[in-house]
């Protein structure tokens, strides 16, 4: 069965203090993988798409990463607006549909 | 450009009540894909439709069902609501020509059912 897993489920950090998110996925014919911000009580908002293994996307303190069993979402010297539920998602077409299979979160929470 | 917008915004029904979720996509974008979002955890596939035809369906029971309209707007409907059913539904559109294919969501419908 597809499967996303993301750890830690909740992470608090200091301001400018570095660190990882991490999202594993067991998938039959990966197609790509996403990574999304949710506020709360709002609609993830995108962030990047990966669609094979070696690929890197950046935009301004995160970057994303992806190998053939997982994805990490660096976080650079984070802020308190960084502060969120970071979602990582994969489509795949082993399910015989287009949907997204998301994981549980990573509630960031960075302090001033 | 305006991106996905959900109506409304919030809503409180009763158990058995029905209930129609409203959403229209980005402009351009011909596929429209509906998720259920429990409090604490990931969104939760329901539907995905692309020019009217329906793509895929989630583990969900019949009392859902969603339609779209030559617009490419979309609604999803549930029958005899259940206290489960207290979520924010969240709706995604996308240009429909994956996978792969980006999805972008709007802000969601939170529904109360008490």
């Known amino acids: 069965e597809d499967q996303v897993t993301q750890s830690p489920e909740a992470l608090r950090l200091q301001e400018g203090e570095s660190s990882s998110l991490n999202c594993s996925y067991t998938v039959s014919g990966l197609r790509g993988l996403f990574w999304y911000r949710q506020d709360p009580g709002k609609g993830p908002e995108f962030l990047f798409t990966?669609?094979?293994a070696g690929e890197e996307k950046e935009k301004e303190r995160l970057k994303a990463t992806l190998t053939k069993k997982e994805s990490f979402l660096h976080i650079t010297a984070p802020k308190p607006e960084d502060s969120a539920t970071y979602l990582c998602a994969v489509q795949a077409t082993g399910s015989g549909t287009y949907k997204y299979i998301f994981g549980t979160g990573t509630r960031l929470k960075v302090l001033a | 450009d305006a991106g996905v917008t959900q109506s409304p915004t919030h809503l409180i029904k009763t158990r058995g009540q029905h209930v129609t979720l409203r959403c229209s996509p980005i402009?351009?974008?011909?596929?429209v894909s509906w998720y259920q979002q429990v409090l604490g955890q990931g969104p939760q596939f329901i539907f995905q439709y692309y020019e009217k035809e329906e793509r895929g369906r989630g583990n969900f029971p019949d009392r859902f069902s969603a339609r779209q309209f030559p617009n490419y707007s979309s609604e999803l409907n549930v029958n005899a609501l259940l206290l489960g059913d207290s979520a924010l539904y969240l709706c995604a559109s996308s240009l429909g020509q994956g996978p792969p294919e980006t999805q972008y969501f709007g802000p969601g419908t939170r529904l109360l059912v008490l």
């Open positions: 990966l669609y094979s």
């Open positions: 402009s351009g974008h011909k596929s």
